[in-house]
């Protein structure tokens, strides 16, 4: 988790509570859609900063995010996957960011605190060693193989709802995951990173 960030607010994903309150919100109830933007904040936020790198941009980009949900929910089809339509407005959203950074070049401070993988309190130095492993490795991965694996891994999204928020297929999103677990496989040990998901091998898409 990122330094300073608050414990994550209890979530109601996939619950009846999250569609009564995504339908009170297209009904025009505010209250009710920042009960749902609370629930994701904290998720969207640890995801915005895995690719930003940078906290101050993350957060930026999470109320961003937010309040361009605000103004579409009404365009949310019910009973559809209102988390991978969100974190699509949040990809878009980092997508415009890196274009316009490309229009405007500039070098922004690196947090070597990115991508804290652990849970819990480090207790050895050793713990440490490896979590710092973990997060070079992961802050040098492509964005695009870092994006669809921070979906995967701690999001837990399946590969059908990575490719809905890339707008890939799905064939696509496991091929990004694979190649991303490949490139940490060489650098990291394979107790600090397990490769356990033998479903993501398969070809590369056309």
Not at 13 to 32: L, N
Not at 77 to 83: A, L, V, Y
Not at 106 to 119: E, K, V
Request: aromatic share 8%.
């Amino acid at each position: 988790m990122p330094p300073d960030l608050d414990p994550p607010r209890p979530s109601p994903t996939g619950t009846g509570a999250e569609s009564e309150w995504i339908a009170a919100a297209q009904a025009g109830d505010r209250s009710a859609f920042a009960r749902v933007a609370e629930a994701y904040y904290d998720r969207l936020f640890r995801w915005l900063y895995h690719l930003t790198r940078d906290r101050h941009r993350a957060e930026d980009l999470t109320q961003e995010t937010l309040l361009k949900a605000l103004a579409a929910v009404k365009s949310f089809r019910p009973g559809s996957n209102f988390r991978a339509w969100l974190f699509r407005i949040g990809h878009n959203n980092f997508v415009n960011l890196k274009r316009a950074e490309r229009k405007s070049p500039h070098q922004p401070a690196d947090d070597h605190q990115a991508a804290d993988t652990a849970a819990g309190p480090l207790t050895t130095a050793a713990d440490r060693e490896a979590l710092e492993k973990v997060a070079k490795a992961i802050r040098e991965l492509p964005t695009d193989f870092r994006t669809a694996l921070m979906l995967r891994a701690e999001e837990g999204m399946s590969f059908r709802e990575v490719a809905a928020v890339l707008k890939i297929t799905e064939e696509t999103a496991r091929w990004r995951v694979f190649k991303a677990r490949q490139k940490l496989a060489k650098v990291l040990s394979p107790d600090v990173f397990p490769d356990s998901d033998a479903s993501d091998s398969g070809e590369r898409p056309a």
